[in-house]
């Protein structure tokens, strides 16, 4: 079983930038490894996904343009640099990994604890 561990979340001011770290034990990542973040009270929300084969990649729209999802296969971790970061950016993120591209949570097999993005205006 493949474990999922997120870092590098922080506060960060508006118009900062962060880099979020999941590196997987275990196992390593499945076909496709994503990013989803969720607020309180709010549905977990997908943000950007990777083909670890190949390295394509899809972004949410709220997202495109300032954030980047990348990997380091060698060292069996996924990366999402945040950039130009607003304050709706607040959310706890989490890293996920499963066969198919999906922005849909309940597609995905594995999921990490989550790392907090606290964006201050």
């Known amino acids: 079983q493949v474990q999922l561990t997120e870092s590098g979340g922080g506060l960060v001011q508006a118009g900062g930038s962060l880099r979020l770290s999941c590196a997987a034990s275990g196992r390593t990542f499945s076909r496709y490894a994503s990013w989803f973040r969720q607020a309180p009270g709010k549905e977990r929300e997908f943000v950007a996904f990777?083909?670890?084969?190949?390295?394509?990649?899809y972004y949410a729209d709220s997202v495109k343009g300032r954030f980047t999802i990348s990997r380091d296969n060698a060292k069996n971790t996924l990366y999402l640099q945040m950039n130009s970061l607003k304050p709706e950016d607040t959310a706890q993120y989490y890293c996920?990994?499963?066969?198919?591209?999906?922005?849909?949570?309940?597609?995905?097999?594995?999921w990490g604890q989550g790392t907090q993005v606290t964006v201050s205006s």
């Open positions: 996920a990994t499963g066969s198919y591209s999906s922005s849909a949570p309940r597609n995905y097999d594995y």
């Open positions: 990777l083909k670890w084969t190949g390295g394509t990649t």
